[in-house]
């Protein structure tokens, strides 16, 4: 019984001294690690362009699948929900829906949703997301900057009296 006692202090004193060192070695105190800046991810956020429909009329319907359809132009890589909140607008989604893989979008982009909100505004909203690049504030241009050229970071420049992108 004895020995028992005995391994069984040194083991948990042993334990405990292991994890003091592991917690004072391999856990960081700060937290708050440094943010990428100069990555090209890092410069790209989530842009949403919503399309809302205030009334059920027909004309209403034509506008707003219009507007959607311009928007999604041939960028593969955007993504439509179509938010209804009654039985109404879930028809008229599912109808909007159709249309839209008629226009030759893939039915994986396209998700109908209900709405969280059980009074809403409008009946019928689109959106459309995309993963563009952030808008990025543009400093004068000196001599210096002109000599280097980062990629990263794009800035328009007035070249000609007209506006280029440098990429």
């Not at 429909?53 to 359809?69: F, G, K, M, Q």
């Not at 909007?96 to 059980?118: A, D, Y």
Request: some cysteine.
């Amino acid at each position: 019984m004895r020995k028992l006692a005995i391994g069984l202090t040194l083991f948990i004193a042993l334990t405990s001294t292991q994890t003091m060192a592991f917690v004072k070695d391999e856990l960081v105190d700060n937290t708050k690690l440094a943010q990428p800046h100069q990555l090209d991810d890092f410069s790209r956020t989530q842009l949403v362009n919503r399309y809302m429909l205030s009334e059920h009329s027909d004309v209403a319907y034509h506008n707003i699948i219009r507007a959607v359809v311009r928007d999604l132009g041939s960028d593969n890589s955007k993504r439509v929900n179509i938010i209804w909140s009654d039985k109404k607008s879930q028809k008229n989604a599912a109808r909007i829906r159709n249309f839209l893989m008629k226009k030759g979008i893939e039915s994986k982009s396209i998700k109908l949703v209900r709405s969280q909100n059980k009074k809403t505004v409008y009946p019928l909203y689109i959106e459309v997301t995309k993963i563009a690049s952030k808008k990025t504030r543009c400093l004068i241009d000196t001599a210096e900057d002109m000599m280097s050229w980062d990629g990263i970071n794009p800035c328009a420049t007035k070249s000609n009296h007209r506006i280029q992108l440098k990429y």
